[in-house]
C-alpha cells in the first residue's frame, strides 16, 4: 500500500497513571503505526510497529525499560497479538528478548496460541530474536524506590496489603525491605483502510509481583480483544482487569449498540477509582482513550468523510 489514508485509526498509550510528559513517546508510536500501514496495509503489523517503538522507550514498562522483579534482578515481560484476520498469540514471563511483541506475533505462526518462560525464550533465539538489552540505571532505580515503599505500612499494590508479598515470597534470594508502584503496559489499536482492527501489547509485568505472576496482558478478553466491530486494550492493575474482563465486556457494550465513548466510561468504572486503569479503543467510526487517571495517548484518526 501505498500514498495517502483514507480510513485510518491508531490509538496508542504507554500505561495508566505514567506521566503525561510521556504522551511524545506515544505519539512517534502512532505515527510509526501510519507509516507501517502505508508500507504493509496489514492492521496488525500496524500495531506491533507502534508497541515497538514504546518498547524501545525506556520510559515505558515495557521492553528495554521493564521493571525489575523484587529481587533486583529478573525480569519477566508478558506481550500479545490479536485482529480480524484469525492472528492470535501471547508469550508470558519471558527473561531475554528485546521486543516481545515481535516474539508474540511470531507465536501467532506456530501451531499454538500461548507460549510461557523458558519455552518461549529458546523459540525466540531458535528464530533469531535480539537479546534483552543489559539492565539499566533507571531500572535499578526504580526498583529501589519500590523497596522502600513497601517497607512501609501504605499498599504499594492498590487492596493488597504490603506484607502479602513477604508471607508468599517464591524467589531464590531472601527478602530484603530497606508512592511509586509500576503495573503498565503499552499498546495499540488500529483499524485498518480494509475494515480489518487489531491490538497488540506489551508489558514489564507488575512491580510489586510474585515471581512468575502473569497480568492481563497476555490474557484475551482481559488486556485486550479484537472482533468485527473493533479492537480495545486495558492498563492498569490486571488482578483488577482480569476480574472484569475488562476488554471483551467493554465490546460486548459496543455490540450492543452502545456509543465508544460510554462504552469506555462504563468499562472504567467497573474497577476501584483508586486503582489506575485505562481503556483505548478503535471502531468502524470511532477513535478512543478513557481512564481514571493521568494516561499518556497517542491518536490519528482518519476517516473517508474527513
Known sequence: MTGELDDFAIVTHGGAGEP????????????????C????????????????????????NAGTGAVLCLDGTTIEMDASVMDTRGRLAAIAGVRDVRNPVLLARAVADTPHVFLIGEGADRLARALGHERAQP?????????????SELAGSTPV??????RLFEQFWNYKMPLALPSSQSHDTVGAVVRGPDGHFAVAGSTGGSAPSLLGRVGDTALVGSGFYAGPLGAIAATGVGEHIIRHMLARTV???????????????R????????????????TKTEAASCSNTHMPVGKICITKDS
Not at 39 to 59: H, K
Not at 251 to 265: C, F, N, R, S, T
Not at 268 to 274: A, F, G, K
Request: aromatic share 4%; net charge negative.
Open 20 to 35: 503525561l510528559e510521556f504522551t511524545d513517546g506515544c505519539e512517534a508510536a502512532a505515527r510509526r503505526g501510519r507509516e
Open 37 to 60: 500501514m502505508l508500507e504493509t496495509g496489514d492492521a496488525l503489523e500496524a500495531a506491533i510497529a507502534a508497541v515497538v517503538v514504546l518498547e524501545e522507550d525506556e520510559r515505558f
Open 135 to 147: 539492565i539499566r540505571n533507571s531500572q535499578h532505580e526504580k526498583h529501589a524506590r519500590l523497596l
Open 157 to 162: 499494590m492498590p487492596g493488597i496489603e504490603n
Open 251 to 265: 465490546y460486548g457494550w459496543i455490540e450492543q449498540g452502545m456509543p465508544l465513548q460510554e462504552a469506555l466510561q
Open 267 to 282: 468499562g472504567i468504572d467497573l474497577i476501584d477509582n483508586d486503582v489506575d486503569t485505562g481503556l483505548i479503543a478503535v
